[in-house]
Every structure is written in structure tokens, then in C-alpha cells.
């Protein structure tokens, strides 16, 4: 194979890697050349919600619902699992039924990996600020009910090229706690609802009597977060506009993306 570098700089290494029946070269140059890319449009903030009915909610009112790859293929999946299991170990239908099973495997995670890359793409795009979620992932697995469609999701892998292209982009990935009530506070108001089972997808605020969507609402509060963390960060301490007092002091919370190693591109 024969391809001109996307990147000036010292070749150092090379990984050779396998996934299913395909090969992949993993080039590693070390550059200096990490904002190749044009700054985000003025667009302003935005507040991200993720969530598991659809993949992530915008304050600007877009839903993305996501491919939902895993699920798609579920049946098709249990299928060459019971294929594999009934074949003779060593043998060579065993050996072409775990291939069959690789690719389907292989097929599942491309199809997820290029739904997130748009998304990310387009938000890191589109808006210099987006304000995100701290989701604790982790624990959220250990509900056996929503285990497997939050990974079907990929909400660390959204994170992660999320932070990486928006650095790259000149733009800034605020990160609120994860005890920020994003979903139980009145976007209008601020009202804070005292508890909000996940049931309940719409709730009007007691005191403003507006109606709200949960996602929705939960958007719209992370744009507000992310828009007084930037104030907060240029102007010391205090929150700006849409700053809440529950909360500590924006500078203390906000969350700089990481830079990307030096030269680690695939």
C-alpha cells in the first residue's frame, strides 16, 4: 500500500491490527500540526442531554435518536452465537462460524462508531461551546434492565471524540457534575423539582406552569450551565446568566478537554 501522510512530521511507529477479516496500519507521527482543522462555526452554546430512548436531545430542540446497532441485529446475533455453540471446537465450520460471528460483531460496532462521528462531528462543527452531562456509565451498567441499551449507545466513546474534535476545532467541552439537577430544574424558573422518577418523561414546574419535556429541559439547563461556566471562567469567580446556586462556583467544575497525544492519529 501506497498513501501520502495526512500530517507532516517523523514517522515513528506502526500497529498492525485485526478486526474480524480486516487488516488496518495504524501510523504514528510525531507533529505539531493538531488544529488542522477550521474554527467552529458562531453558533453559540448548546446543551446535550444523552439519553437511552434517543441518543442525545439538543437545547436547540433537535433529537437524534442513533442507530441502536445492537438491537437492529439482536436476533440475527443470538442466531450465529447458537451456530457457534453447536459446532465441534477445533473444526473448520467452527472456525467459519466464529468468523461469521466476528463480522457480524465488527459490523455492529461500525455502524455505532459512524452514528457518534457524525454527531460529534456536526456538534463540534456547529458550536464553539457544548455543555455535557458527567454521566456516571459505570453504574448506570449495573441496571440489568438498561444495561445493554446504554452500551448500545456508546456515551464514553461520545465523550471521548467529542473532547478531542473540539479541541481541535478551537472549542470548549463543558463537563457539569454529576449531581447537577439537569432534569428536575425549570429551565424558566429554576424551580427545582424535589424528585423526578425516570418514568416520567413531561412535568409542568409548580411555579411557573410550564410544561416540560424531560430531555428537553435537561438540554437546555446544560447550555445554561455551559454558558455561565465561560463567563465564570473569563470573569473570576461568581456565576454568570444562567448560573445556579446549588451548585459550586463554575470554575472549580469545569472540565478542560484533554489534549491528544502527541502524533497518535489512526
Known sequence: ?????????KILSATISRVADRWFASITVDTQDLTHLPNA?????VGVDLGVSALATLSTGEVITGPKAHAALLKRLRRLSRSLSRKQK?????????????????????IRQDA???????LT????????EDLNVAGMMKNRRLARSIADMGFFEFRRQLDYKS??????????????????TCSCCGQVRES????VRTWVCPDCQTRHDRDGNAAINLKHYAVSSTVSACGGEGAGPGGNARVKPAPSKQEVSKKLPMGSFG
Open 1 to 9: 500500500m501506497r498513501e501520502a501522510l495526512r500530517f507532516s512530521g
Open 41 to 45: 462555526e458562531n453558533q453559540g452554546a
Open 90 to 110: 477445533g473444526s473448520a465450520n467452527s472456525k467459519k462460524a466464529r468468523a461469521r460471528l466476528a463480522r457480524l460483531h465488527a459490523r455492529i460496532a461500525n
Open 116 to 122: 457518534l462521528h457524525q454527531l460529534t462531528t456536526g
Open 125 to 132: 462543527r456547529r458550536f464553539p461551546v457544548i455543555g455535557i
Open 167 to 184: 479541541e481541535m476545532r478551537g472549542g470548549e467541552v463543558v463537563v457539569a457534575d454529576r449531581w447537577f439537577a439537569s432534569s428536575k
Open 196 to 199: 423526578l422518577p425516570l418514568a
